[in-house]
């Protein structure tokens, strides 16, 4: 499972203006609901049903908010660079300003589980959150979204 089966360019967005958690949650749900075509609200409903279990703010600046739905046939990822950082009620207590959203379906196990890892390993780099950090445009983002597992495994 790689970062190019579940990103597409048009699911990157290089600038987030939002001011708060649930902001972002929802301005996220509208955006995948136009990549995977379902309904925005029940998106939004996942993930903070997601939420309430704990938080998916795992540190260093990064939320990795996921959720399975029914209705997707496949896995999806929506990746953010928000232009404030924000509280996330991370396990550090830092404020967020790098996301990725996992959508799978509900039939997904382990896929789901194997997606999740792969997200996390990935924004584990410091050194790729570092040059996300620095890049503007959506396209650079995105190639440097898909192309680094790529590099390093080269």
């Given at each position: ?99 990725f ?42 190639a ?6 790529a590099?390093?495994?080269?």
């Amino acid at each position: 499972m790689e970062i190019v089966d579940l990103l597409t360019q048009d699911a990157v967005v290089p600038s987030l203006k939002v001011t708060s958690k649930k902001q972002a949650l929802q301005d996220l749900a509208r955006r995948a609901a136009t990549v995977t075509g379902l309904h925005e609200r029940a998106i939004f409903d996942v993930l903070m049903e997601r939420e309430r279990l704990g938080t998916t703010g795992v540190g260093n600046g990064i939320a990795i908010p996921h959720g399975k739905l029914n209705s997707l046939d496949r896995l999806h990822g929506l990746f953010a660079r928000l232009e404030k950082p924000i509280d996330f009620d991370s396990i550090d207590e830092q404020p967020v300003d790098l996301i990725f959203l996992l959508l799978a379906p509900e039939s997904a196990g382990a896929d789901h589980l194997k997606a999740l890892a792969r997200v996390s390993r990935l924004l584990r780099d410091k050194s790729v959150c570092e040059k996300l950090r620095g890049t503007d445009g959506g396209e650079s983002l995105y190639a440097l979204l898909t192309e680094s597992a790529a590099s390093r495994a080269a």
